[in-house]
């Protein structure tokens, strides 16, 4: 079980914003420890890509439909004018001064419907 | 261009050990930070095991679930990151990645490579 916690699949049509959490806790991305958040996609049978880091930041050539954003033990990714390219499973990671380790959401599948 | 390959991976039985390599390009890896990430068949992805830079003293840290089995390291001349896997188990099944780790609070990996398939079954 991932101390951050991302919903196991989401869904939208061509064209439309959809948006995927990320909760953590206060030994983590929350008040306390206060860690930030990268995003990473996964395209099928790819290696991870960074996709956002520290929270807000797109990495040079990451389109701009994608954006992130932080508020206290939640974090979220927002894909907008979705397209059938991005289907792929989305993770969240941090680190954990509990655990002493970096860790992952456990995977958000995105389809395009 | 920066660059990671993996190799080594395999079929191992229950009890056996394996290295996995993980050759870079585009940047050193003695002056970097690395780490192995691993994803179990049809699961989510878990870290295994950091280095720090020759620079900042070489440390290694390890997932609890690895300690004391697995050990990082790396070979200046080749240019090359390893994952020493001995004691394997069923539940060590996975794609192993490497990635450069990039400083920040908390650091995070970019980039990786494309991963190489351990298998431990008898």
């Known amino acids: 079980q991932s101390v951050l916690t991302q919903p196991p699949s989401v869904s939208g049509a061509p064209g439309q914003r959809v948006t995927i959490s990320c909760t953590g806790s206060?030994?983590?991305?929350?008040?306390?420890?206060?860690?930030?958040v990268h995003w990473y996609q996964q395209l099928p049978g790819t290696a991870p890509k960074l996709l956002i880091y520290?929270?807000?930041n797109r990495p040079s050539g990451v389109p701009d439909r994608f954006s992130g954003s932080k508020s206290g033990a939640s974090a979220s990714l927002a894909i907008t004018g979705l397209q059938a390219g991005d289907e792929a499973d989305y993770y969240c990671?941090?680190?954990?001064?509990?655990?002493?380790?970096?860790?992952f959401g456990g995977g958000t599948k995105l389809t395009v419907l | 261009e920066v660059q990671l390959v993996e190799s080594g991976g395999g079929l191992v039985q229950p009890g056996g050990s394996l290295r996995l390599s993980c050759a870079a390009s585009?940047?050193?890896?003695?002056?970097?930070?690395l780490s192995w990430v691993r994803q179990a068949p049809g699961k989510g992805l878990e870290w295994v095991s950091f280095?720090?830079?020759?620079?900042?003293?070489?440390?290694?840290y390890y997932a609890d679930s690895v300690k004391g089995r697995f050990t990082i390291s790396r070979d200046k001349s080749r240019n090359t990151l390893y994952l020493q896997m001995s004691s394997l188990r069923a539940e060590d099944t996975a794609v192993y990645y490497c990635?450069?780790?990039?400083?920040?609070?908390?650091?995070?990996?970019?980039?990786w490579g494309q991963g190489t398939l351990v298998t431990v079954s008898s």
């Open positions: 280095i720090y830079s020759d620079y900042s003293d070489g440390s290694t």
């Open positions: 990671q941090s680190y954990d001064s509990s655990l002493s380790h970096w860790v």
């Open positions: 206060s030994s983590n991305i929350g008040v306390g420890a206060n860690y930030d």
């Open positions: 990635a450069r780790v990039i400083t920040s609070r908390p650091n995070y990996f970019d980039p």
């Open positions: 520290s929270n807000t």
């Open positions: 585009g940047f050193t890896v003695s002056s970097n930070y």
